[in-house]
């Protein structure tokens, strides 16, 4: 399981080191709860380590906690962020909102509002890592097929959907044409002029799309990832993989690593 980072700064020790218990306590293991006393450690740890979620005071010396979000969010740094304040005035928790916290905390915090309000900054932050993984691995050649199933003929929606869900078992042209009751030759000619693509060249993108969800957000070894798409042996998979993306599937985890969830 791969560690995450949650950051606290606070310039109170006793509030830092206190909001640091509290999650020390709930925490399982998924995380790692580091503290910071000012927005400029803040960036420092930012630099070596990838914060997941931040928590930050919003009144510190030098740096306030709204400064630190711009300052974060120019230097490309974007974790899922809760804001803690001892001041109540609608100005401050307006400007958080605008700068994408996901939560407002006044102090003191209560220990119950606090776990409940970074186990929704873990929920937001899931959906973002999903999203992003959607983004890496978007075939562009298979989302235009999919734009186009809306007036697609009814078999071949129908042989999408079964081709979908079917990536796991041997899927030849002629089964899928059996299924959706078509003979083989114009189902052929059908599914080139309707999806854009012919049907070899749909399978195999279909799974190496799926292939890179895969690798890019599970620990999965390679030739399971190979099986889980279709392929009988590793070799032939990571040759067509690196055919359509130019590296290998190993390559392209590292590659990725960050998206892992």
Known sequence: MITKNILIVDDEPRTRHGLQRTLESWNNGEFTILTAESGMEVMRIAEKNKIHILL???????MSGLQLLKNMKERGFSPVVIVISAYSEFKYAQEALRLGVVNYLLKPIDKKKLIEAVEEAITVMQKQVRAGVIEKVVDEKIVNTNNKMDSAKDPIRKAITYIDQHLKDELTLKDVASHV?????????????QANLNFSEYVTRRRIQRAKELVVSTNLPINEIAEEVGYKTSKYFIKIFKEIEGITPSTYRKTNDDSVF
């Open 181 to 193: 009751h078509l003979n083989p030759s114009y189902f052929s000619v059908l599914f080139k002029e």
């Open 56 to 62: 930050s005071d919003i009144r510190m010396p030098e």
